[in-house]
């Protein structure tokens, strides 16, 4: 006979495994629109398709100009945003973020801002930004900063 306790822990463990297959458990990353926690080729295109389609907010819009780009399948969990995928530091993402992305993937994710903004000059020689930012850069924080009042250091 089974008991009502493991009855309950294996119900617990089904439901624990069912929600968090649903969602990845990766950190969101700058540049990564798929949610896969990483940047690649894939990104850059949604990127490109997103300013494409006047920074629109129709997932189903920007995957649509992406798989006019290059023929795949694109999912998006985030779409870019201009404060967060600027890496040139203008204030807005546009052409040159996009090419700043490709040009970090081709120097194979160089942390060296004179390599990754030289090749972005090769790429598109109207691009004289430096990049500011990386992409694949974690966002947000996982710590809570903590205020004690009362103490007074020796």
């Not at 040159?96 to 942390?111: F, N, P």
């Not at 790429?123 to 900063?145: A, H, K, N, Q, R």
Request: glycine fraction near 6%; charge should be negative.
């Amino acid at each position: 006979m089974i008991g009502k306790k493991y009855l309950l822990c294996c119900l617990i463990v089904v439901l624990f495994l069912g929600v968090f297959s649903e969602f990845p458990l990766y950190a969101h990353v700058r540049g990564d629109f798929d949610g896969n926690g990483v940047v690649n080729v894939s990104d850059v295109i949604l990127m490109l398709a997103w300013i494409q389609t006047r920074k629109s907010t129709d997932i189903t819009k920007v995957t649509g100009r992406a798989n006019e780009i290059l023929s795949d399948t694109y999912t998006v969990a985030y779409l870019p945003d201009n404060s967060i995928d600027d890496y040139d530091g203008n204030n807005t993402a546009d052409i040159s973020d996009v090419v700043l992305m490709l040009a970090w993937i081709q120097t194979r994710k160089s942390t060296d801002p004179v390599k990754v903004s030289a090749r972005a000059t090769e790429i598109l020689s109207t691009v004289v930004s430096t990049i500011g930012i990386f992409p694949e850069t974690e966002l947000g924080s996982s710590t809570i900063p903590i205020s004690i009042t009362g103490i007074t250091p020796n």
